[in-house]
């Protein structure tokens, strides 16, 4: 691949340190007053801190060295954790009600491990467990031992099946009409993860880690037999409710390989599905289109989230060639509409190479997740 896709990252990191860093120390109006900066998504979105957004602006944020940034936004989210008894979605107050995919565990490895400050994750330990619990606990469990999306308050704005929309990420996708009924892959394979890693983490903090985290750990993992689909060998959501397995396929669907939670059979197995959602822009989130018209969340498009995950998970069972065809087409589009527009965008057109959706529906200038997924993943497959 010719382009120097390094290059761009010193003028992302510009960007962000101009245009994305804020401080909101009292409440406001539409604020939770926060007790550090922290780094918003960019053009377009409100200018507040993001739960699930924020996993992979701080992926870029260490990258570039904003260490502090990152730590910030970290004790944000741990702040707005002591505050309500869960991260919310944002310190919006619109967006309080519900939760997003639980990453907080990550954010507060990724930070660790930059800083090796043993005494500042002792601090923060206790509220990742908390949140731990949050996710493992009513509304959020179900009659099969698996976990699902369900906000823990309704704010009467939305209806409840789309507040778990939201709270999945997957607000208004072909994926899920009502998250409730639904043991989610993604969230799961997580949730599984998270276990070990609170418990690793509590051994790099203290020396010794609860051992019913590794039970729960491997029990989840056991359970997520649920969503496996033996004869198409991949991972979908498991509809608890119907008693049958969802038919949409997704790059969810591959979270069991960010994850490492599957043996190195499987990991093949699940592999030669990818074809299915090889694009000229490195990927689709969904391996066909839809008929859910004006969706951010349908083929042909694809976020930077899902890409991130994908191909990580690909490089973590040394399926190389894949890895790099999906990571580097993704970058490789990013820095051509980049040069076009001048920005990089909340999602892409993975067929056209563009920010255009299909239907007509607007796109919105993001530096936020696009740039930080952009930056470790020009590391993470060494092309700098």
């Known amino acids: 691949m010719s382009q120097n896709f390094h290059s761009l990252i ?3 990191k510009k960007r962000i340190r101009e245009e994305c860093m804020r401080e909101t120390l009292h ?10 900066p922290y780094i918003i998504p960019g053009k377009g979105k409100p200018e507040a801190l993001f739960y699930w957004d924020t996993y992979f602006i701080n992926l870029g944020l260490l990258r570039m060295r904003m260490v502090d940034s990152a730590r910030h936004n970290v004790e944000n989210l741990v702040f707005l954790l002591r505050k309500l008894g869960y991260v919310p979605a944002s310190n919006h107050r619109s967006m309080l009600s519900h939760s997003q995919p639980p990453f907080l565990p990550w954010m507060v490895r990724d930070v660790y491990r930059a ?8 601090r923060v330990l206790p509220e990742v467990v ?10 959020h469990t179900t009659p099969t031992g698996l976990y699902r999306y369900h906000p823990g308050k309704e704010d009467g704005a939305w209806p409840p099946e789309k507040m778990a929309q939201a709270e999945s990420g997957w607000l208004d996708s072909p994926r ?5 009924n ?8 997580l949730l599984s993860r998270n276990a070990k890693m609170i418990y690793d983490l509590q051994i790099e903090a203290d020396g010794h880690g609860d051992e019913q985290l590794l039970q729960k750990s491997a029990h989840l993992k056991k359970l997520m037999e649920l969503c496996w689909d033996e004869e198409g060998q991949r991972y979908l959501d498991n509809d608890f409710s119907r008693k049958t397995r969802s038919t949409i396929h997704t790059l969810a669907s591959f979270m069991p390989l960010f994850v ?5 059979e499987r990991a093949k197995a699940m592999h030669d599905h990818l074809k299915a959602f090889t694009a000229p822009g490195g990927c689709f989130l969904m391996d066909k289109k839809h008929p859910h018209k004006g969706s951010l969340w349908n083929h042909p498009l694809i976020q930077a989230p899902y890409v991130y995950t994908t191909v990580k998970g690909l490089c973590d069972y040394d399926l190389m060639e894949d890895a790099a065809d999906i990571g580097t087409n993704w970058l490789s589009m990013v820095q051509d509409v980049y040069e076009k527009t001048g920005e990089t965008w909340a999602w892409y057109n993975a067929q056209e190479r563009s920010p255009v959706h299909p239907d007509g529906v607007t796109n919105t200038p993001v530096l936020g997740w696009t740039a930080g997924v952009y ?3 020009v590391e993470c497959l060494g092309l700098d």
Do not use: Y
Not at 27 to 36: A, C, R, V, Y
Not at 115 to 122: A, I, P
């Open 115 to 122: 800083t090796g400050d043993k005494e500042w994750l002792r």
């Open 10 to 12: 010193p003028e992302l």
């Open 260 to 264: 490492e939670m599957v043996a190195e």
């Open 130 to 139: 908390h949140e731990f619990r949050f996710w493992t606990s009513k509304p």
């Open 182 to 189: 639904i043991n989610a892959v993604d969230l799961n394979a």
């Open 375 to 377: 930056t470790e993943l």
């Open 27 to 36: 409440d406001t109006d539409e604020l939770i007053g926060l007790p550090n």
């Open 176 to 180: 899920f009409a009502d998250p409730r």
